[in-house]
């Protein structure tokens, strides 16, 4: 099954990014040729929905992410039992609940995240995702200016520290503004959970810049917002968007996604 044949259908998730894509399973058709009409489709709406998916193994996930590129392991949170590259995303976190690109800290971080819901909440618990492109284009043309030329230092959080993770190892130190290796376009690269200060800047002096950065990557205009469902796959550019979850899961409900991501280059 491809993306252009008949009994499949793409549904816009909201103005700025995002869309559904019905009819494809990816139990019977995980191969190259379908990821790569994915990816250009990924490439123009920075996040792909896939419905009714629950019959998707742990092996499978991993296999339909080898498919994007090589399998990315998170640097201190542990996987799942027996399936190395798949890490458990639980209840929404003082971490999670942040607007954040994930583990910008690393020197090259993932090009591709891959979710799967296995267990939901009976309300609340969204998942929330915003246009790194427009959240650029949408700054005054002096200021894009002025960020084209800086850069900012990522350090890992207290997890990391708690890890027992020398701190220079999860700190790198990359362009306010990254071009995006297959797009070539500019998308701003700065987040709230991991970006400390520009570089050469100390924090007191980078925090009013940062802070309007944060602020503006965020605008409601720029996002799209997910309800799940079991068996839900979503798919993102983690390089030209950010995400967060809505922690407003009902209490006491168990929230259980799988992600696998994908390694990327060094941003540019």
Same mark, same amino acid.
């Given at each position: 099954?491809?993306?252009?044949?008949?009994?499949?259908?793409?549904?816009?998730?909201? =103005?700025?990014?995002?869309?559904?894509?019905?009819?494809?399973?990816?139990?019977?058709?995980?191969?190259?040729?379908?990821?790569?009409?994915?990816?250009?489709?990924?490439?123009?709406?920075?996040?792909?929905?896939?419905?009714?998916?629950?019959?998707?193994?742990?092996?499978?996930?991993?296999?339909?992410?080898?498919?994007?590129?090589?399998?990315?392991?998170?640097?201190?949170?542990?996987?799942?039992?027996?399936?190395?590259?798949?890490?458990?995303?639980?209840?929404?976190?003082?971490?999670?609940?942040?607007?954040?690109?994930?583990?910008?800290?690393?020197?090259?971080?993932?090009?591709?995240?891959?979710?799967?819901?296995?267990?939901?909440?009976?309300?609340? =618990?969204?998942?929330?995702?915003?246009?790194?492109?427009?959240?650029?284009?949408?700054?005054?043309?002096?200021?894009?200016?002025?960020?084209?030329?800086?850069?900012?230092?990522?350090?890992?959080?207290?997890?990391?520290?708690?890890?027992?993770?020398?701190?220079?190892?999860?700190?790198?130190?990359?362009?306010?503004?990254?071009?995006?290796?297959?797009?070539?376009?500019?998308?701003?690269?700065?987040?709230?959970?991991?970006?400390?200060?520009?570089?050469?800047?100390?924090?007191?002096?980078?925090?009013?810049?940062?802070?309007?950065?944060?602020?503006?990557?965020?605008?409601?205009?720029?996002?799209?917002?997910?309800?799940?469902?079991?068996?839900?796959?979503?798919?993102?550019?983690?390089?030209?968007?950010?995400?967060?979850?809505? =922690?407003?899961?009902?209490?006491?409900?168990?929230?259980?996604?799988?992600?696998?991501?994908?390694?990327?280059?060094?941003?540019?």
């Amino acid at each position: 099954m491809s993306v252009t044949e008949p009994q499949t259908t793409v549904t816009p998730l909201a =103005g700025s990014l995002g869309v559904r894509i019905d009819g494809i399973d990816l139990t019977a058709d995980s191969s190259e040729a379908l990821v790569g009409a994915l990816r250009v489709i990924l490439d123009e709406h920075l996040v792909i929905h896939l419905p009714a998916q629950a019959d998707l193994t742990p092996e499978q996930q991993l296999a339909f992410a080898e498919l994007w590129g090589e399998i990315a392991i998170h640097p201190y949170v542990p996987s799942i039992g027996g399936h190395p590259g798949i890490m458990q995303i639980a209840d929404p976190t003082e971490l999670t609940t942040v607007w954040h690109q994930d583990v910008t800290h690393m020197g090259c971080p993932p090009s591709v995240s891959i979710l799967v819901a296995r267990e939901i909440p009976t309300s609340g =618990g969204d998942t929330m995702w915003a246009n790194q492109y427009a959240a650029y284009e949408g700054l005054s043309p002096g200021l894009r200016d002025t960020l084209d030329g800086l850069y900012a230092v990522h350090e890992g959080t207290f997890r990391a520290d708690d890890a027992g993770l020398d701190h220079e190892a999860v700190t790198s130190v990359h362009p306010v503004v990254a071009t995006h290796d297959r797009t070539g376009r500019k998308a701003l690269f700065v987040n709230a959970n991991y970006t400390t200060r520009l570089d050469g800047w100390n924090a007191d002096e980078s925090a009013a810049l940062l802070e309007h950065l944060f602020r503006a990557a965020v605008r409601n205009e720029y996002t799209c917002r997910h309800r799940w469902t079991v068996g839900d796959v979503l798919i993102w550019d983690n390089r030209a968007t950010q995400h967060c979850a809505v =922690g407003d899961a009902a209490p006491g409900e168990p929230r259980i996604l799988h992600r696998v991501t994908v390694a990327g280059a060094q941003p540019r």
